[in-house]
C-alpha cells in the first residue's frame, strides 16, 4: 500500500512540474512577443523596455521612453493578437501574430514609421539537450575542409602561444664582476 502511494505521489509530482514549466516557458514566450510588439510599434529596439511586471496572467507592463518622458505601457497577449496600450492611452496599437509549426511566435507586424522589416521570432527556451543536439547537428553538416581548417588555425594558434611563452625574457642572473 505504501509504495503505491509513493508511486502515485511521485507521478503526481513529476506531472505537476512538467505542467509547471511547460507553463513557464509559455510565459515567456508571450512575453517575448510582447516586448517585441511594443518595440516594433515604437520602431525602437525591444532592449529600450524594461520589463516592470504582469497586472493579470496575459498582461505585461513595460517602461520606455515615449514622448518626453518615460511612460509605463501595458501589453495584453490574446490568442492571435497582442494590443499595445500606454498608460494613459495616448498611445494604442493592435499586433497580429500566430504560432508555426515549431511553437514560435511569428509577428510580420512593419508600421510605416519603421524602417525594420524583419519578422520577429519569439520561441520557447531551448534545453541543454536541444541545444547539445542542434550544435552536433550543426557540426556534422558542416563540409570537411571547413573543419580542417578551423583545425589547422588553433593549432597553429597554440603552436604560437606555446613559442611566445618560451620566448619570453627571463631575468638572467647578473655575474658578479
Request: charged share 30%; glycine share 2%.
Amino acid at each position: 500500500m505504501q509504495k503505491i502511494l509513493a508511486v502515485v505521489l511521485t507521478i503526481m509530482f513529476c506531472s505537476i512540474s512538467t505542467l509547471a514549466e511547460a507553463r513557464s516557458m509559455e510565459e515567456e514566450r508571450a512575453m517575448c512577443l510582447a516586448r517585441s510588439a511594443l518595440a516594433r510599434a515604437q520602431c525602437k529596439k525591444p532592449y529600450d523596455f524594461s520589463y516592470v511586471g504582469k497586472q493579470r496572467d496575459n498582461i505585461f507592463i513595460f517602461n520606455g521612453f515615449y514622448g518626453a518622458k518615460y511612460t509605463d505601457f501595458y501589453c495584453k497577449v490574446d490568442p492571435g493578437e497582442i494590443l499595445v496600450l500606454s498608460k494613459k492611452k495616448l498611445f494604442r496599437r493592435s499586433v497580429k501574430y500566430y504560432i508555426d509549426e515549431n511553437e514560435c511566435g511569428i509577428i510580420q507586424y512593419f508600421p510605416a514609421s519603421c524602417t525594420e522589416r524583419s519578422v520577429i521570432r519569439c520561441c520557447f527556451p531551448k534545453s541543454r539537450k536541444e541545444k547539445k543536439a542542434d550544435r552536433e547537428a550543426e557540426f556534422w553538416q558542416r563540409s570537411i575542409p571547413d573543419l580542417l581548417k578551423e583545425d589547422q588555425v588553433r593549432a597553429i594558434s597554440e603552436q604560437q602561444n606555446r613559442t611566445s611563452k618560451s620566448s619570453e625574457t627571463k631575468p638572467e642572473e647578473q655575474s658578479p664582476e
